[in-house]
Every structure is written in C-alpha cells, then in structure tokens.
C-alpha cells in the first residue's frame, strides 16, 4: 500500500528539515526527502559549516605563524592539509548526523532518494539503487536550495575549475587562485587559501566587492583585504577560460578596453547560485516559475497550487541558510492553521573574514533612493579598549536611524565578532528600537559590543570614545 502522510518536504536542507521537525512538532505526520544521502543540504554539507571550519582553521594557522609578534616563542609552524581536510570533515559529519538524530527524536520519516513530482499530491522517489517508491501527501513543500552558476561556456570539474564545492576540499595548496566574482562566498574563499599561502587574484565586473553591501562598509572591507594581500580587478570582466598545460588561463577585458590574461593553478567561479528545480515535474504537475526561474509563491508560500509550498532558495529573496529556516518555521505553522510569519526587513547578513563583515537592514544607499531622511551613528574598533587588548582593532558600528523618529532602519559592522554584534541589532530592530534606546542600554565593559553602544550614541554625536 501507498504510505500516505499529511506533510513532505522535498529537500533536507536547512528550510526542509526545519520545517519537517516543526510540521512533526505540531502534531502531523511528515516525511522529509533528501537525495544527498546526508541532511543538512549545501549548508552543512557543502557550504556554510565545511567553509566556517576552513575560515576558522586557517584563520588559527595564520594566527600561529605570527605568535612570536606578541611574545609567544614557538617552533616552525607547518600546514597540514589532509589533516585539516579531516577536521573540516568532521565537523560536517557530527551535525548531518545531528540532524537525523533530531528526525528520529521528532518521529520524522526521512527518505533517502530523489523526490519527483507525479501529481498535485503523489511524489515519487527513487533511491540509490534505483528502487522506486511511491508516497502520498496532503501538503507537499518544495525546499531543494540552490545550486552554483558556471559561467557561460565554462563546466566546473572542481578540479581546476571549481565552484564553492571545490574550494572546500582541493587537495593541496595553489601558488595561484583567481576568484571570478566579489560576492561573499568567494571572498571567503579567498581568504581561507589566502592564508593557507595562494596568491589570490579577484575578477569583479562592478567598480566595487560585495554588490548589495552599504557601500561604505564595502570599501572599507576591500581596503582591508588588500592588506591581507589579496589582488582586486575591478569593473573587469572575464572573456575566457581554458583549460593549459599547467593550469588555467583567464583572459580578461576591463573598462578601459585593456585585455590581460592571467595564468592560474585554479579558478574559483563564484559569481552567484541559481534555484534547484531540475527533475521535479514542475510543469508537469503545472507549478509556475517567475522570470528568473523562482518558484512563484503567494505571501503563505502557496505555488498557484493551493496544496504546493516552496522555501528557500526557490523562492525570491536572500539566498541564505537563516531565511530558508525561517520560512521552513512560518510554512509548517500556516499549514497547522496557525499565523506564521517571517519579516523579511531584519534579516541578517554575515561575511565570516577576518575581520567580520555584518549587516542588517537599510543600507544608506537604499534610503537615498526612497528618499528617506536619516542619521549616521558610527564608532570604529580602533577606540574600543577590548580590540585594542587584542590587536583587532580595524573596522567600525554604523547605524542608520530615521531623522525624525530616531528608529533605527538599518546597521552595518566591519570588525571582530561582527557575525555575533548584528544579532542585539536584530533584535533591537524587531522591537522597533529607537538608537536612543541602544544607547541607553548598559553594556558590559569591556566588551566588543561597546562599539555598538558608542555608534548609537554617535547618531546624536554624543559618543564617549572617539
């Protein structure tokens, strides 16, 4: 007999198997598809976490090498990768298999396999081995994420010419790296082998590195990054790649009409991911796509198929593990009849470098060009006594507040911990908080987040440290 179930979710990433382990909390009977053999999507497996334990190991490397600077006397500091390779893995390992602890804890059926659409309520999987199985669902939400976008005419064999995938598990070091692309994932990347000892050369076709970031964070994020030693070609588009006999070649054109070619061991193509929608039976089934081949939702993250959800990456908006998560939460939530909500104005976003680079909210070119009226509050690390303690002192707090309510509309931070700081941000902005009530809030000394007080009382320029 066909098992029958009141909720699946095609893809265990973090938007599916969020929304499963809801769905089973609120008391329906769910099942999960995931054909990666692992849960946890890209993010676990081949993104978010492998890529934060290389940034952190690597990060740790570059630390040892210049310990005798600050009195700490030790021998030859030596990289092994394998090794490192191995603990990255091991990471990734212990919260897959977290994961399907947490389905088991929460009585979730997890199928392992390729789910496909057969109708508005039949799915069909099939395993590794070829083995069909056939289930049906009253509710059905499509959470497969998203994958990596090659450039035109250009395959990835994650050997020399790799995607985000393949910058997680090379097997030795390049002399050479170029990065196609000034987006997040790829300066991270850079990073990571930066330290590692590449030499690191990025290729971005704007005149300026993380599109979409306050413009004034970026810069400074960029100036930051060329002290580390990495290489920027800006508004510099890439016209070739080939394969050569000692690695790739990378034949560019820059505003000027200049062509350069560089020689590289690797190329790393990070120029944006596209929604993973191949092989569901969409149009069979009838679900409808927009422009940019987004799945189509109403504001419950219905499909014009009133039964048919999709999360994620999917669906418009930020491709990032949190928001997926959120609406995997809001989904599971709405179906049970209750009033699930994600507000898509405060969701963070975090670039893990060194140092740190979040955000959330309105960027000042964002409220320039509706014309909104505003304040800046900023604070740098260099007058915050805890970065100074401990030789982190680059970067800087800006906060974003309405001129007239004093509501804070958006904050960006560029320095150490920056990923933890914009969470207080967050919350402060879902409350509604004014920067007058940051900056009345006492803030342990001395910590990091004193920078976050100071900038809010810069907002009417009366900060205590600078």
Not at 173 to 192: Q, T, W
Not at 219 to 227: D, P, S, V, Y
Not at 283 to 289: A, F, H, Q, R, S
Request: net charge positive.
């Amino acid at each position: 007999m066909t098992e029958k179930f009141q909720a699946t979710i095609i893809g265990g990433g973090p938007g599916g198997y969020v929304c499963a382990i809801r769905l089973a909390q609120l008391g329906l009977k769910t099942a999960c598809i995931e054909s990666r053999g692992s849960l946890g999507g890209t993010c676990l497996n081949i993104g978010c976490i492998p890529s934060k334990s290389l940034l952190n190991l690597s990060e740790n490397f570059h630390k040892a090498k210049n310990f005798s600077k600050i009195g700490i006397e030790v021998g030859k500091v030596k990289l092994n990768l394998q090794k490192m390779m191995e603990n990255k893995d091991k990471a990734v390992t212990t919260l897959t298999k977290g994961v399907e602890f947490l389905f088991k804890k929460n009585k979730v059926t997890y199928f392992k396999g390729t789910g496909k659409l057969k109708s508005k309520s039949e799915i069909s999987i099939i395993d590794k081995n070829n083995k069909e199985t056939n289930i049906e669902s009253e509710n059905i939400i499509i959470s497969t994420g998203s994958e990596p976008v090659p450039l035109p005419g250009v395959k990835f064999d994650e050997e020399k010419i790799i995607s985000s995938t393949g910058a997680l598990s090379l097997k030795s070091v390049p002399k050479k790296m170029v990065v196609v692309g000034g987006g997040y994932i790829g300066l991270e990347m850079g990073s990571v082998w930066s330290r590692l000892g590449s030499e690191i050369h990025v290729i971005e076709f704007l005149d300026h590195i993380t599109p979409g970031m306050d413009k004034e964070i970026s810069n400074e994020f960029m100036k930051i990054l060329r002290k580390q030693g990495l290489n920027f070609h800006l508004e510099t588009k890439v016209e070739k790649i080939s394969k050569s006999k000692n690695g790739v070649l990378i034949e560019t054109l820059d505003k000027k009409g200049k062509k350069t070619k560089l020689e590289s061991d690797v190329v790393l193509i990070s120029v944006g991911r596209k929604p993973y929608t191949k092989n569901l039976n969409l149009e069979k089934v009838g679900i409808k796509l927009d422009e940019k081949k987004r799945i189509k939702v109403n504001k419950n993250y219905q499909t014009n198929i009133e039964n048919i959800y999709a999360i994620g990456d999917v669906i418009a908006g930020p491709m990032l593990a949190h928001k997926a998560e959120e609406e995997g939460i809001a989904v599971a939530e709405l179906i049970s009849g209750q009033s699930g909500h994600v507000n898509y104005e405060v969701i963070p976003g975090v670039v893990y470098t060194t140092p740190e680079v979040a955000s959330v909210g309105k960027t000042e070119e964002q409220l320039k060009e509706k014309n909104t009226k505003y304040k800046i509050g900023k604070f740098p690390f260099m007058a915050n006594s805890r970065a100074k303690a401990i030789d982190e002192p680059d970067g800087f707090v800006k906060i974003l507040a309405d001129a007239t309510t004093d509501k804070v509309l958006g904050v960006h931070l560029i320095g150490p911990h920056a990923g933890e700081l914009i969470a207080e941000m967050a919350v402060a902005m879902e409350f509604g908080a004014s920067s007058e009530d940051i900056a009345r809030t006492c803030h342990a000394h001395p910590t990091f987040s004193e920078a976050v007080k100071e900038a809010a009382l810069s907002v009417e320029k009366r900060q205590i440290h600078s």
